[in-house]
């Protein structure tokens, strides 16, 4: 792969971060709600749900510490990817069935989305954000003007991706209103 | 030249960042429009023996054993609460279910009813801790009262006759039943509309 400009995977491994951690914060707010959502998923014995869902309540949350510090990013972003793979096939296995108007157990503001091929979409761009935070980085000295890219970069693009969580939430009453 | 560069920067992620924010926040106030603009019907349903008919008399099989004498008179008003194992909402009423059992307990029984496989009922039954409830399963009883979508509620008085009805999702719309039948109207949106209709005719 070519290199990047070094700017570029601070800006992915700040917004995974942000992701996973606000994710696991929404997540540990309403974990029985959380742990409901899993067994909705019905992929797991009903047993398992609550202690399914915390692991993926903790691998979230280690996965959005690692890719903090630049020692361990690898490591975040490694496990990011698992976690990720993990919920979306876990979605594209229930939309497969068609079972598409269960709660999403995403967590985050937007609450009680509902399953969809954009939410499968949207886990894409978050492994391809994944992979790319640790991608090689062309050498070039920082300066500071390269702070202010980093840190409104990655609120920019965390701002595009609850907007467009948001929009997903309201297709479903959109289609309802519709009739 | 750079420090004019770096400046133009510096005000174009300010005003991307303020776009992004405005963005979201409309596309936040279309769903609350959406869900504002949604049918009020919400809470009752037009159809089924209407506030103050009687309700089908029905004797059914309860789950834990014995049976229920469903819209029988009695000394107790009835609320009926239909569910399904896989509803979440349900799962979150249950213990507020359990709360109301305790506090309105000199008066009100509550029914849990439901239909479907009675294997993954009883299931449901035993993991919930339900075993407090009568649960029935009829599909007999939920066609009779026309319930639609779950989890929908049903309050009969001493005399078997509906009294208040609707979908439920929150203790607030739970309770809100109780007050329909102090207050002697048939909903909630009865009531606000009865209240606009004194307003306007003053």
Known sequence: MN???PTLPHMFAALLAIVFLGGAWQ???DMDGFA???EQYRLLPAAWATPAAWALLLAEAGAGLLL???ATRALGAALALAVLAAVTLAVAVNLLRGRRAIDCGCGGPEGGQHLSWGLVLRNGMLCLAAALSRAAEAPRELVWLDGLTVVAGTLALYGLYAAANQLMANRPRLLKLRG | MIDALAISNAILWAVVLALLVAVFALARQVGILYERVAPMGALMIDSGPAVGEAAPRLDLPALGGGAVAVGAAGSHSQLLFFLSPTCPVCKKLLPILKSIAAAEAGWLRIVLASDGEPEE???FYRRAALTDFSYVLSAELGMALRVGKLPYAVLLDEAGRVRAKGLV????QLESLFTA???NVASVQEFVTG???QGSGT
């Open chain 1, 3 to 5: 290199a990047l400009d």
């Open chain 1, 27 to 29: 997540k540990l707010r």
């Open chain 1, 36 to 38: 409901m959502a899993v």
């Open chain 1, 68 to 70: 903090l510090p630049l």
């Open chain 2, 121 to 123: 009922h009883r299931a």
């Open chain 2, 169 to 172: 999702n929150s203790r607030e």
């Open chain 2, 181 to 183: 039948k102090e207050m």
């Open chain 2, 195 to 197: 209240q606009a209709g």
